[in-house]
């Protein structure tokens, strides 16, 4: 919704509004705040609002700390849950730079930048309809989370559970009551795991619903002393947690993925196949960032129905990408690769960029693979050309630093900072010495 400063101000006073948490978000996809007591209104509306960027970890160096925060008004949300001092509102900001340019690391304004590309392209808007799964864990008494699950519920369950189910349909509601539009909330095939999936927006107003979308959730859970987490892969031998994304492209005309034309047998536009091109030719490299932690790939195993080849159908429901059948204004891919471990910013710019590049080099797509790919051996994926997505984080970022699209998708910024937190984050999880090893060689040798 579009709100104009004189709105903001009139809502502040009828519905006494105290605080102003104002959000961004880092590199790693975690919510940054900085909460200001109503007081500061007029100075945020007026972009002069400060705050000192040195304090966020990886973000900028110490003499560059100074940045504004400039409120994305379309944003504005009252929280659910209020506080003894009065209401809490939270506006999306972006960074930008004690010079008033748009702060380069900022995941947001990367993405707002690559949109702007596209919208050079020729296309209105790039949609994303993502579908979140996380497990909800009993907590203990000191309130941190156990890996103990509170329901034995399954796919699409509809016993009355417990605790489970009466969570996510308070997580639901909640979600209806800030204005998102939920279109389907069900118990996932794992005990103690869900997905509730709302409506496609675009891509910038897709990614900040996930923010939001995240922090109602843990929230919500913890009302029930549930613990809420969107790690990908939390137990050993269980179904781990993506998030699908669906995408499109729209134009003046509609979906620029449709072609009612009896001409493809898919009814995809020449377009939508050059965006599945570029969405497979690059798929190695932004799984870094569709994937981006050690976890992801304990997720990405064969037998839990995650992806684990770089494939695409259109009426198989393995592969990394299928085309769901239904047509018109739905026309999408669906990426069922990404996890929400994932900043949403940097991965949708990455695969937007990953598309882009399809659409203007024309890059045609491999053959669509319609059997099981499970049930094939090496030997056979080979000669059908079909590649492995990325074993280990370590892996992935191998590739994701010698794809040049990577470094157009992200900025040289980020795609920088990224690269070195991310060979850290790698480093110290490959001098771990785990239980796993233990058992398998202590006694052995
Ligand atoms: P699945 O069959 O994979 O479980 P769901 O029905 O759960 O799919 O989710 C489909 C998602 O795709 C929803 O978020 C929906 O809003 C979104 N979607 C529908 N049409 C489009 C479109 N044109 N572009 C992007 N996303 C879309
Ligand atoms: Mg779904
Ligand atoms: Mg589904
Ligand atoms: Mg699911
Ligand atoms: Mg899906």
């Given amino acids: 919704k579009q709100y104009t400063k004189d709105d903001i101000r009139k809502i502040v006073k ?79 900001c972006e960074v930008y730079t004690a010079d008033r340019l748009p702060f380069e690391g900022d995941p947001r304004n ?51 559970m417990d605790l489970g189910e009466n969570c996510r349909r308070d997580i639901a509601l909640e979600l209806e009551r800030l204005g998102f539009n939920v279109e389907a909330s069900h118990h996932e095939v794992a005990p103690g795991q869900h997905e509730i999936d709302f409506k496609y927006a675009d891509a910038l107003s897709a990614a900040d619903h996930i923010q939001t979308f995240k922090l109602v959730v843990k929230t919500i859970a913890r009302k029930y002393n549930l613990w809420a987490t969107f790690m990908p892969k939390p137990l050993n031998g269980v179904n781990g947690s993506g998030m699908h994304v669906n995408m499109s492209l729209f134009h003046d005309q509609g979906n620029a993925f449709y072609d009612e034309s009896e001409q493809d047998e898919l009814k995809l536009s020449t377009d939508a196949y050059h965006f599945l091109g570029g969405l497979m030719k690059h798929a190695r490299s932004y799984t870094a960032v569709t994937n ?44 069922r690769s990404v996890d929400a471990s994932a900043n949403p910013y940097l991965a949708f710019a990455t695969v937007l960029e990953a598309g882009l590049d399809g659409i203007k080099n024309g890059i045609e797509p491999p053959k669509s693979v319609d059997r099981n790919i499970y049930v094939m051996d090496e030997d056979e994926r080979q000669k059908a050309g079909i590649a492995d997505l ?15 699209t990577m470094k157009k998708a992200l900025g040289p910024h980020i795609y920088q900072s990224f690269l070195e937190a991310k060979r850290l984050e790698w480093a110290s999880y490959r001098q771990q010495v785990s239980e796993w090893e233990r058992e398998q060689y202590m006694e052995l040798y």
Avoid: C
Wanted: no cysteine; net charge negative; glycine share 6%.
């Fill in 292 to 335: 981006p932690t050690v976890n992801s790939y304990k997720r990405l195993v064969p037998g839990y129905e995650a992806p684990v080849y770089v494939a695409w159908s259109g009426s198989n429901r393995s592969p990394m990408i299928r085309v769901p059948s239904a047509r018109g204004l739905s026309t999408r891919l669906e990426l």
């Fill in 14 to 92: 009828e519905e006494n509004v105290n605080f102003l948490r104002l959000m961004f978000t880092d590199l790693f996809g975690t919510i940054k705040n900085v909460e200001v007591p109503v007081s500061q209104l007029e100075k945020l509306l007026d972009n002069k609002l400060m705050f000192d960027g040195s304090s966020i970890d990886g973000f900028v160096r110490i003499e560059e700390s100074d940045m504004y925060l400039y409120p994305d008004l379309s944003t504005w949300l009252i929280m659910p849950w209020n506080t003894e001092h009065g209401k809490i509102a939270r506006i999306i």
């Fill in 390 to 404: 990325p074993s280990t984080l370590h892996n992935a970022l191998k590739e994701f630093q010698t794809d040049p």
């Fill in 110 to 160: 990367n993405l707002i930048r690559v949109l702007s590309d596209m919208r050079e392209a020729g296309f209105t808007s790039f949609n994303i309809g993502t579908e979140p799964e996380f497990f909800l864990f009993k907590m203990n008494e000191k309130g941190e989370p156990t890996t103990e699950l509170n329901d034995k519920g399954s796919y699409f369950d509809l016993a009355p």
